[in-house]
């Protein structure tokens, strides 16, 4: 959530509080036409209508639909990494928290799928700013990823690359469940990934 910024800037909390929750509908407005349409076919007229904004205070604020997707993205994007990270905390065990970090996902995809596919799937057709978000979120992933290879049970022979082949399989996954119209059935797969995810990181046996 944006910092309420200075004080001179706004009349009192309540209109502080109601710019807050402004620019959350904009976002959510970005995020939701981008998902349903598509980054390649959504167009600016859309954009401005589900935002509200009209055209030229879109035009005026965004200069495209490229930089209005990225503004959303990197506030959505940051949001779920924070549920993932909220979800694992307190587990008793590393494989514990990474299913429930995992599950919190499946979670996210099925109540949110338009949301979903636009975090996911259209960040690759919009590149840009919302790509390299991505990116890094991903590479910060990867990392917390690795931290299984410090773990009772971790096979010897996992390396980093085997926790970015553990994440891009459950993102591809994700993807496809969404380009097909399956995002809120997605549940169904949380035993089928962390299986993957173990069988990659621990071995056979698990």
Same mark, same amino acid.
Do not use: N, R, Y
């Given at each position: 959530? &944006?910092?309420? @910024?200075?004080l001179r800037e706004v009349r009192s909390w309540d209109q502080a509080v109601r710019r807050q929750d402004t620019e959350a509908a904009l976002r959510a407005a970005i995020m939701a036409t981008i998902g349903e349409r598509g980054f390649a076919k959504a167009t600016v007229k859309e954009l401005a209508e589900r935002t509200g904004l009209g055209g030229d205070r879109f035009h005026r604020r965004f200069h495209g639909k490229q930089a209005a997707f990225a503004w959303a993205y990197e &506030? @959505?994007?940051e949001r779920l990494y924070g549920d993932l990270l909220d979800a694992c905390q307190g587990a008793a065990t590393w494989r514990a928290g990474f299913e429930a970090a995992v599950a919190s996902l499946l979670g996210f995809v099925a109540a949110e799928p !338009?949301?979903?596919k636009a975090l996911l799937v259209e960040v690759r057709a919009a590149r840009g700013d919302a790509w &390299?978000?991505?990116? &890094? *979120?991903t590479e910060r992933l990867i990392d917390i990823l690795d931290s299984a290879r410090h773990e009772p049970g971790a096979r010897p022979s996992a390396t980093v690359? =085997?926790? @970015?082949?553990? *994440? @891009? !399989?459950?993102e591809e996954t994700l993807c496809i469940e969404l380009a097909a119209g399956r995002g809120a059935d997605v549940e169904r797969l949380l035993p089928? *990934? =962390?299986h993957l995810a173990f069988l990659q990181l621990f071995g056979e046996g698990d």
């Open positions: 959530m &944006e910092a309420l @910024g200075p &506030e @959505g994007a !338009a949301v979903a &390299e978000k991505h990116q &890094e *979120l690359t =085997t926790s @970015g082949f553990v *994440l @891009g !399989a459950i089928d *990934l =962390t």
